[in-house]
């Protein structure tokens, strides 16, 4: 029999955590995050982590489980995600996946394979960072978009690391990741879901995205990435290419003021906000929830998620 799931997706700043623990007290469900920088131990502020007392006794999964040099992955995430919805279940509870990387939630949902291994050349890979290192971010990008266009739409020129990985599978196969993963989509979910995406206006969004950066660094960002700097992270770390970290570590080097940093993070925020809304565009089986179309009336919205759960013998 297949397992229940809940997806609450959207792109960053439209309100998933509250919305996800609104329905969680609703449906006795507990909440699995789907994000990339909210496993990370001491990165609070710049993640926009759900802080305890937000929990209002749900209980979350994936959050403060890896040390900042520790390496997350997608396939990290989907091992850490099928035994936490098998716990959930275990407990005669639903299972809620909350959060906006899209490319996770996909891995997850449909069992994509991601073999390392495939198309790999570590060689080609180490003339590909070099390259990234002497000619930029810029250079590399532009290469993709020749080969790949559709990947370079999704992903931002600065994740070297995907950038990298996208090249080296070209060169490898002859074939662009994007085709290989569009195969691996085809596969069906072995789970019994319901994939909501949460969404506004883009003003709205991006009017938020602004407020929420002024917060996080009255909150105490640039102090927080200071310490992180202490403990020895670098702008290499994996954890430390996050939003709003990266920014800060270069204007804690001297690289940019902190004006610039701020500026940097609210903008490239709004760029990842619509590379998300791409994302999900892109993916099947998604019921669009606009907040608008419900007067952004919580209780409005819970309902109508609530409907579809029953509908779909969720709930």
Known sequence: MALPLVIIAGPTAVGKSDF???????INGEIISADSMQVYKGMDIGSAKVTPEEMQGIRHYLIDILDPKDEFSVAVFKEYAK???EEIVSHGKIPIIAGGTGFYIQALLYDIDFTESLGENPEYRSFLCHEYEEKGADYLFEQLKKVDPDTAEIIHKNDEKRV?????????TGKPISVHNKEQYEKTSNYNFAYFVLNDYREKIYSKIDERVDIMVEKGLVKEVE???????????VSMQGLGYKEILMYLSGDISLKEAIYRIKRDSRHFAKRQLTWFKRERDVIWLNRYDYDYDLSKLL???IGVLKDKSIV
């Open 20 to 26: 996800a623990i609104e329905l969680a007290k609703r």
């Open 83 to 85: 035994k936490a919805i």
């Open 164 to 172: 990298v990985r996208a090249l080296e599978f070209y060169h490898e």
């Open 227 to 237: 310490m992180l700097k202490d403990k020895g992270m670098t702008i290499k770390d």
């Open 303 to 305: 309902d109508a998620s």
